[in-house]
């Protein structure tokens, strides 16, 4: 019985050293490290392939949200250093780094700096479009889900937002997995544009200075 029982222990240990299946660490294993089982129900939900599509699609919109915005930057490097505008910045003179700000002054930008002129009609078809997509975009990233599953593809979202005096609003938002091929498309496009903006600028203002 003990070679028995030492066979066992040698059979499980090659079983353990194998490759660990999917999940395996992040999931199930660390929260059988936790007392208790109060971490079950959500090791499991990272198996579901529902709730994966959800964390998929908001990694899209922040991958692609965050290739448009890099382009801001560089127009607003190329308005701010090489073209030396400033605009509506007021008294501090930074160059704005916040996408608020960046909008309002590359808005500001294009329609007053006649450098801009080649650009205008459409970096500033390109700002509104981008603008009109931020709402969705800022929901999506500081909202969080009220509940682990959706109803009928719908998750329900809340976004508080804090104040100057402490206080806060709060927003339901309702993210639809059905509505996420529209919203996809129309970021995929936005970051390409701007990019191609971004290349065009570059040879313009930075190339030949």
Known sequence: ???VRQDRKAIELLKSS??????????????????????????HMLRDEEFLQFCAAIGWVEVNWAIYEAQ???W?????????????LGKDKEMPRQYGRMYRFLKDAFAKVPAL?????ECLEILARGDSLSETRHDLTHATITQMQSKDGKW??????????GRHTVKEV???MREFPAISEKLAVLGRDALHISDRIY???????
């Open 1 to 3: 019985m003990r070679h």
């Open 18 to 43: 194998g490759k660990p299946a999917i999940y395996a660490w992040t999931g199930n294993l660390a929260f059988k490290r936790t007392r208790g089982k109060r971490f079950n129900r959500l090791s």
């Open 72 to 74: 801001l930057m560089r």
């Open 76 to 88: 607003c490097q190329v308005t701010f250093v090489v073209l030396k505008w400033r605009g509506i």
């Open 117 to 121: 002129s080649p650009f205008k009609a």
């Open 156 to 165: 329900t979202m809340e976004n508080r937002r804090a104040r100057a005096d």
């Open 174 to 176: 309702v993210f639809n």
């Open 203 to 209: 040879k313009t203002f930075v190339v030949r200075s």
